[in-house]
């Protein structure tokens, strides 16, 4: 069974900077085909952040790109969001997902549904 756990989270004022960390247990870094970041806002719908796949492809929401980085360490199995330049918009709840099956295609397209394991989430505060 995957554990995900993610830690970073906290508050930080507009033009911040943060780093998201997700450790994976229960199974090898080779059996992770896809990561994905998520996001939920209070009174929003969750939505995809990042994702990457075990090759190293990734996609970023539009909202994002240019200020965020998914990055993975196959020695550590972590995998890592680093964002920089936060806004108050990031505000939300941020998951760490995985799925051992997802092939890039599917894996990049940052579709809640498609991921299998779920962390319990890290609390991101962007103040203006």
């Known amino acids: 069974q995957v554990q995900l756990v993610e830690s970073g989270g906290g508050s930080v004022q507009a033009g911040g900077s943060l780093r998201l960390s997700c450790t994976v247990s229960g199974y090898t870094y080779s059996d992770i085909n896809c990561i994905g970041w998520f996001r939920q806002a209070p009174g929003k719908e969750r939505e995809g952040v990042a994702s990457i796949d075990r090759d190293g492809k990734n996609k970023y929401a539009d909202s994002v790109k240019g200020r965020f980085t998914i990055s993975q360490d196959s020695a550590k199995n972590m995998h890592y969001l680093q964002m920089d330049n936060l806004e108050p918009e990031d505000t939300a709840m941020y998951y760490c997902?995985?799925?051992?099956?997802?092939?890039?295609?599917?894996?990049?397209?940052?579709?809640?549904?498609?991921?299998?394991?779920w962390g319990q989430g890290t609390q991101v505060t962007v103040s203006s």
């Open positions: 997902a995985a799925d051992r099956w997802l092939y890039s295609g599917l894996c990049l397209r940052m579709r809640d549904g498609d991921y299998d394991y």
